[in-house]
């Protein structure tokens, strides 16, 4: 009942948000009414207004290019694996300058796991803005499940952990391997899944670079972790969780909602978001567009929230937060074939583990993602990073993740970049097949000849010229 309560005020709402955005409009600098006295501060709060009753929609990524070694490269975002509740998403690098073109050809892959906590995966703009200028990325890009039709079954933290092998496999059989990068609550469930691929004796990813997450929860508790050991499992499942009413695909699935999650974001720190937006309006009144906008792209981000399968969302809660299955050794994840697997982080072997946490995180208490060294006994390459004076947001945006963070995972990530040969034969080749001139029979016979192994995926590509 609550769900459609809240579907119907915001219907109510809608009308009244469209109207404080004209009418702010109509008071504006060099519109009809600006002339009026206090006109400025009329506009200042029917824009405020707007911003408050307005509906966030899903935010784009909106990276257009970047900049490789001082030159501008194209982006283009594209879809490589589809699944029901998730898309793999590539940012494909485009450059018409041969140089860059090799360069872009030879740097690493890097999967970035976006956590499924709330917000949506553009909450990692800044982070991939940023890797993309020295790495291939892709990203998980989770979908809303409230337009999931039931009929694509139930979300579990079981199918959370398969989607994550699925695309490092897909990564694996693109580029010969690749480097994991999770952020915040995904930690745990890469940790899970890389580890059931080294027991059952699979290839890893190259390094692992883990963000801020919940590996051992007990470590330093926050709010959330409170929250999640002082209430029961069942008041979880009997207070949080409703079913999608109807005018959604998902209409009858059982989801934990956005608007709730957005709910205990803001009551975290609710005389925080007061004063920001009382700063919005001054700056608004000031004339200060450059804070205003900060302010609109920072809450656009922010107030975008999904909702999440109640199934996930409440194994999430009992694993990670409640009984700490992963740090105790007595997680027993179900393959796709149904066979139950025990999770042993202590299998891992030949991969790198990399572990960043921010001096001030409160979401990620301190030593909660350093834990994962404690469990990956096998790795012997393992370093952490504490990022002084970061939260839980600075560790992978802003100038502190730019500044301090990125150059850490960058080395990390190249140090560790031993790709098999073949691999990194067929991307030398690819390299210089799209550099070399047209036209030339023997030419043509040498580009065949070398691409050969990877001629299904080139002959799938754009003219040359992108990576």
Not at 432 to 444: K, Q, R, W
Request: proline share 5%; aromatic share 10%; hydrophobic share 40%.
């Amino acid at each position: 009942m609550l769900y459609q309560l809240y579907e119907t005020q915001r219907s109510l709402m809608e009308p009244f948000a469209d109207f404080a955005q004209a009418a702010s409009k109509l008071f504006s600098s060099g519109a009809v009414f600006s002339q009026l006295p206090m006109a400025q501060r009329v506009a200042a709060g029917y824009d405020l207004l707007y911003r408050l009753g307005k509906d966030y929609e899903k935010p784009e990524f909106e990276i257009k290019t970047v900049q490789v070694d001082g030159t501008d490269v194209v982006i283009l975002e594209v879809i490589a694996l589809e699944k029901p509740f998730c898309q793999l998403r590539r940012f494909k690098r485009f450059t018409d300058d041969v140089g860059t073109l090799a360069t872009l050809k030879s740097q690493p892959v890097v999967l970035i796991v976006a956590p499924l906590s709330g917000h949506y995966a553009t909450l990692l703009r800044d982070t991939v803005r940023t890797m993309l200028q020295g790495h291939k990325v892709y990203i998980t890009d989770w979908k809303n499940a409230r337009l999931v039709p039931l009929s694509e079954g139930e979300f579990h933290l079981d199918d959370y952990i398969h989607y994550v092998q699925d695309f490092i496999r897909h990564l694996q059989a693109e580029y010969g391997n690749c480097h994991v990068m999770s952020v915040c609550q995904p930690t745990v469930p890469v940790l899970a899944a890389i580890s059931l691929m080294a027991s059952r004796g699979e290839t890893l990813p190259l390094s692992m670079t883990m963000m801020g997450g919940p590996i051992d929860a007990r470590r330093s508790p926050t709010s959330v972790n409170n929250l999640a050991t002082n209430k029961s499992f069942e008041w979880f499942e009997n207070n949080v969780i409703y079913r999608v009413p109807q005018g959604f695909p998902g209409e009858g699935r059982r989801v934990y909602p956005g608007f709730l999650q957005y709910t205990g974001f803001v009551a975290m720190n609710p005389d925080r978001h007061a004063n920001s937006h009382w700063d919005y309006f001054k700056d608004l009144i000031k004339g200060d567009d450059a804070s205003a906008e900060a302010h609109r792209k920072f809450y656009d981000e922010y107030n975008a929230v999904l909702d999440m399968d109640a199934d996930y969302y409440l194994e999430t809660i009992r694993t990670v937060f409640q009984e700490f299955d992963l740090v105790n050794g007595t997680w027993d994840v179900k393959s796709p074939s149904g066979e139950v697997e025990r999770v042993r982080p202590q299998d891992i072997r030949n991969s790198a583990l990399l572990t960043i946490e921010g001096e001030l995180d409160d979401i990620s208490g301190s030593g909660q993602t350093q834990a994962a060294h404690d469990l990956c006994t096998g790795i012997e390459n393992g370093q952490h990073f504490e990022v002084k004076g970061a939260g839980h947001y600075g560790i992978f945006s802003g100038r502190r993740w730019r500044e301090q963070v990125y150059p850490r995972v960058r080395d990390f990530i190249a140090a560790n970049d031993q790709r098999p040969a073949r691999a990194a034969r067929e991307e030398l080749a690819l390299a210089a097949e799209d550099a070399a001139p047209a036209g030339g029979a023997l030419a043509v016979r040498k580009r065949t000849a070398v691409a050969a192994p990877r001629k299904t995926a080139a002959a799938s590509r754009a003219p040359a010229k992108r990576a």
